[in-house]
């Protein structure tokens, strides 16, 4: 046989090889999507999905998409842990993942890396939201009610209209 000849059917048959290898890895990648074990996560975000009945738990990990000791292991706190505590490591890792101030002039010399995660920051604050939900509703007030504006009122402005009257 000729050289390029061979060399022609040896990539023939090594690209047959590849297109196989990536066709069953395809399927099996198929196959490991559609597959949810019992009694695990299988994409679930804490349970979130097993929240079906009309509990009021079940009502606030579905409002939240995270369930009150998900929220508790995040902010590294016991059940019975006072409020004060919840809201000191809510505080400390807040800050702990906030971008640090903007310094007037880099240094000479090598510039100071600092590192900061806003997803873990929001994964702090809606931990926080769970918890102070599920204290509302301990305390019986009304879970659903919006949180305070972060906004404040500027002076001189006018108030929002008050809500329409209910019949």
Do not use: C, W
Request: hydrophobic share 35%; aromatic share 4%.
């Amino acid at each position: 046989m000729s050289s390029p000849k061979v060399i022609v059917q040896i990539a023939i048959a090594g690209a047959k090889i590849f297109g196989k290898a990536f066709y069953a890895a395809g399927k099996q990648a198929v196959a490991n999507a559609k597959y949810r074990p019992e009694g695990g996560a299988g994409g679930d975000a804490a349970g979130v999905g097993h929240a079906t009945s009309g509990s009021l738990t079940d009502r606030l990990t579905r409002e939240h998409r995270m369930t009150a000791e998900e929220a508790r292991l995040i902010l590294n706190v016991k059940k019975e842990d006072p409020v004060e505590k919840i809201l000191q490591n809510y505080e400390h890792l807040f800050k702990a993942n906030s971008p640090p101030p903007a310094p007037p002039k880099p240094a000479a010399g090598r510039p100071v890396q600092a590192y900061h995660s806003h997803y873990l920051q929001s994964k702090v604050v809606r931990a926080r939201e769970r918890l102070d939900a599920e204290l509302k509703a301990a305390l019986g007030e009304d879970a659903t009610a919006p949180p305070p504006s972060s906004e404040a009122q500027q002076p001189g402005s006018t108030p929002p209209p008050p809500p329409p009257p209910s019949s």
